[in-house]
Antibody, heavy 117, light 109 residues
Framework: QVQLQESGPGLVKPSQTLSLTCTVSGGSISSGDYYWSWIRQPPGKGLEWIGYIYYSGSTYYNPSLKSRVTISVDTSKNQFSLKLSSVTAADTAVYYC?????????WGQGTMVTVSS | QSVLTQPPSVSAAPGQKVTISCSGS????????VSWYQQLPGTAPKLLIYDNNKRPSGIPDRFSGSKSGTSATLGITGLQTGDEADYYC??????????FGGGTKLTVL
């Protein structure tokens, strides 16, 4: 049973970089069958896709966030990570990692990140 | 502003049927598969439907999906109070970007 778990700071100061990690258990991130994605959800709002990565390191980002987003993968640790730079209050959200093959079929429980001084 | 348009809310009585629409364009729904997600209060989204009309293992056949042209529909029959949740459609576009609808809140009266 594949499971995903997000981890990282719950509070980030404005203008700094948000960093999160998603640990995959019960399956290998290097299997090649899936992409691995980040999605976020501001409080009381809908889902916003951030981007995804393949185990080889190929990435695709939401054009609206592309200039500030970096997604990377560490196959040795079975993890992938998100960095979002120059954050503002508008980046306050629950951040989810998810497995993708056409659809987002397995999600992490999500982690709340607040941007505030 | 979501690329995919869903009604903000729908409601129906227990045991009844409800449909939720998702409208897009030829650049997204029109040429790509649609998926649907259920988000119960305080929890992560859960995949309900993929490839327009397929159900993952464990999803009851009360949930169904369909697609026609640039629109898709989620159907739920035999409504239960436990179905009260937010429902999101999702798809891809030609640049391999994912999009979600704005979400529909289902109330079971």
């Amino acid at each position: 049973q594949v499971q995903l778990q997000e981890s990282g700071p719950g509070l980030v100061k404005p203008s700094q970089t948000l960093s999160l990690t998603c640990t995959v258990s019960g399956g290998s991130i290097s299997s090649g069958d899936y992409y691995w994605s980040w999605i976020r959800q501001p409080p009381g709002k809908g889902l916003e896709w951030i981007g995804y990565i393949y185990y080889s390191g190929s990435t695709y980002y939401n054009p609206s966030l592309k200039s500030r987003v970096t997604i990377s993968v560490d196959t040795s640790k079975n993890q992938f990570s998100l960095k979002l730079s120059s954050v503002t209050a508008a980046d306050t959200a629950v951040y989810y990692c998810a497995r993708v093959r056409g659809a987002f079929d397995i999600w992490g429980q999500g982690t709340m990140v607040t941007v505030s001084s | 502003q979501s690329v995919l348009t869903q009604p903000p809310s729908v409601s129906a009585a227990p045991g009844q049927k409800v449909t939720i629409s998702c409208s897009g364009s030829s650049s997204n729904i029109g040429n790509n598969y649609v998926s649907w997600y259920q988000q119960l209060p305080g929890t992560a989204p859960k995949l309900l439907i993929y490839d327009n009309n397929k159900r993952p293992s464990g999803i009851p056949d009360r949930f169904s999906g369909s697609k026609s042209g640039t629109s898709a529909t989620l159907g739920i029959t035999g409504l239960q109070t436990g179905d009260e949740a937010d429902y999101y459609c999702g798809t891809w576009d030609s640049s391999l970007s994912a999009s979600f609808g704005g979400g529909t809140k289902l109330t079971v009266l």
